[in-house]
């Protein structure tokens, strides 16, 4: 069984530009959900995509968005980068109707310089 | 707004030493209560969930527990390589499966 993959590891970026981080969710899940992570926080709910849709969205402003793709893979886009961007990306993945269990991946991190 | 909080937030024990981390939620409207384990600069490592109130899930030297309004991770002779953040995380209803996570508890174990 493969476990979530994220891609890549590390990432340096200039305010102002634009990021897009990948994730490819573990076989047999159909629902892939995005966090935050700040140094020292615990993750923060940005959004989640059940069957290409986006099923649910925390406190993040649009310039965050993101896409489901048929195998279940999915993006996250960052628009404008801001120096509060700077955090640990996680992608976590789960299936529908069992238990809600989310497993993550090793997660992106992203510095904005 | 819902909230979930852990303490202490960080815990020092000597190798052999039981313990136990806490959790606290908001009470109403609980799916289920999530337990995970992060290394440093790593993603969180899935250990155990709880639905309701007197559940227990065992792991090794874990045992999570669940009462109406608070989880505990009891940690039964922990050993170095146990250290890490422990982080819980609560699903409430109405949230899809939107995770509520706590800051977490660093855990220390000295040899």
């Known amino acids: 069984e493969t476990g979530v993959t994220q891609s890549p590891t590390h990432l340096i970026k200039t305010r102002g530009q634009q990021v897009t981080l990948r994730c490819s969710s573990q076989?047999?899940?159909?629902?892939v959900s995005w966090y935050q992570q700040a140094l020292g926080q615990g993750p923060q709910f940005i959004f989640q995509?059940?069957?290409?849709?986006?099923?649910g969205r925390g406190n993040f402003p649009p310039r965050f968005s993101g896409l489901q793709f048929p195998n279940y893979s999915s993006e996250l886009n960052v628009n404008a980068l801001e120096l509060d961007d700077s955090a640990l990306y996680l992608c976590?993945?789960?299936?529908?109707?069992?238990?809600?269990?989310?497993?993550f991946g090793p997660g992106t991190r992203l510095t904005v310089t | 707004e819902d909230q979930v909080t852990q303490s202490p937030e960080a815990l020092r024990l000597q190798e052999g030493e039981s313990s136990s981390l806490n959790c606290s939620y908001t009470?109403?409207?609980?799916?289920?209560l999530f337990w995970y384990r992060q290394d440093p600069g790593k993603g969180p490592e899935f250990l155990f969930t709880?639905?309701?109130a007197g559940e227990e899930k065992e792991k090794e030297r874990l045992k999570a527990t669940l009462t109406k309004k608070e989880s505990f991770l009891h940690i039964t002779a922990p050993k170095p390589e146990d250290s890490a953040t422990y982080l819980c995380?609560?699903?409430?209803?109405?949230?899809?499966?939107?995770?509520?996570f706590g800051k977490g508890i660093t855990l220390s174990v000295r040899p």
């Open positions: 976590a993945s789960s299936y529908s109707g069992r238990g809600h269990e989310q497993y």
């Open positions: 076989s047999g899940h159909n629902t």
């Open positions: 995509y059940y069957r290409e849709e986006e099923n």
């Open positions: 009470v109403s409207g609980l799916r289920g």
């Open positions: 709880l639905y309701s």
């Open positions: 995380a609560v699903l409430y209803t109405g949230a899809n499966s939107k995770l509520t």
